[in-house]
């Protein structure tokens, strides 16, 4: 579960519908199971910014740091992507659980996972602010983020 690549077996998911019977356990089952996610994820933006994909394709995104509207949109194109997997998995895990808040459980464990980018993100982000004192590239720069936070929300 803490790797790039992570595959939800049938199994796993006939397993998680067993565990709806005992909600404590199915709820601890998804905590961990997010914990180990936000760690993978976190370790993946970090690699994403520095070395880039497998075989150096793609690059890394701080190789355009440099270029604060292509290094933004990078990391929250990244984040978007990663987000969206994300979900998806959550969604296969507990696809066999009758539960009616499943919806609520996938998006509070989804926020959790994606919570651990924040503070690098931001921080680079901020840095980019800085370093960019221009009107029209800060302008840019909201509009580009707007975007991305109403396609990801």
């Not at 994403?48 to 190789?63: K, N, Q, S, V």
């Not at 221009?134 to 109403?150: A, C, D, E, W």
Request: charged letters at 20%.
């Amino acid at each position: 579960m803490t790797t790039d690549s992570v595959e939800v077996t049938s199994l796993l998911a006939k397993a998680m519908q067993a565990l709806q019977d005992r909600p404590v356990l199915f709820q601890y089952s998804l905590d961990e199971y997010g914990t180990a996610r936000r760690t993978a994820v976190v370790r993946g933006f970090i690699d994403a910014l520095t070395r880039g994909g497998p075989g150096g394709t793609p690059r890394p995104i701080e190789l355009h740091s440099h270029d604060p509207l292509r290094y933004t949109g990078d990391m929250l194109a990244w984040l978007h992507q990663t987000a969206a997997s994300e979900k998806e998995l959550l969604q296969s895990l507990v696809k066999l659980a009758t539960n009616s808040d499943r919806e609520e459980e996938i998006q509070s464990i989804l926020g959790h996972i994606t919570e651990g980018v924040c503070r690098p993100f931001k921080v680079r982000v901020e840095q980019v602010i800085v370093a960019e004192p221009g009107p029209v590239i800060l302008y840019k720069l909201n509009n580009l983020i707007k975007f991305y936070h109403y396609t990801i929300a």
